[in-house]
């Protein structure tokens, strides 16, 4: 069981990181400054929450 915990979260963390890669990509390709903030706090409070950080 704790195979799937720990397979579960890596799944969340690529997640995560994809979610990284499109703030990058929205801000290279459209210079979305916008876009690419709310992206990364998206990926940050996605990561705090995974993580178990208050």
Not at 3 to 18: H, N
């Amino acid at each position: 069981m704790n195979f799937l915990v720990e397979y579960l979260k890596l799944i969340d963390l690529l997640a995560l990181a994809a979610l990284a890669a499109l703030a990058c990509a929205a801000l290279v390709r459209n210079r979305s400054v916008w876009l690419f903030v709310a992206v990364i706090l998206v990926a940050i409070w996605g990561a705090m929450r995974i993580m178990g950080w208050p």
